[in-house]
């Protein structure tokens, strides 16, 4: 099974090739994630050359069902987040 990448991975990563304080890159990543959320809070986009995009658009309510009840019901309008790989990125996985 794969491991997914946490952010402490992360901080492990960064800790053992730069040999930084684990708290200063701790807070540095927080930081970073907290700058792209505001991003794409605010402007619907984020672009990271070379790796990809964060995109968010609303979604307009809809019809739903109810699988337990069969019952119809309106779903709410809500937001949704996309990630699009870049070419170059998605070219170094396909290579």
């Not at 505001?38 to 619907?44: E, F, G, L, S, V």
């Not at 779903?75 to 070419?87: A, H």
Request: overall charge positive; glycine content about 6%; charged content about 35%.
């Amino acid at each position: 099974m794969k491991k997914t990448l946490t952010k402490a991975d992360i901080v492990e990563a960064i800790y053992e090739e730069t040999g930084r304080n684990r708290v200063e890159i701790r807070l540095a990543l927080e930081k970073l994630l907290d700058i792209m959320k505001r991003a794409i809070k605010n402007d619907r986009s984020l672009l990271i050359s070379g790796f990809g995009k964060f995109e968010c658009y609303d979604k307009a309510s809809r019809k739903g069902r109810n699988p337990q009840t069969d019952e119809t019901i309106t779903l709410p309008p809500r937001k949704v987040t996309v990630f699009r790989l870049s070419r170059k990125f998605r070219g170094e996985l396909n290579s």
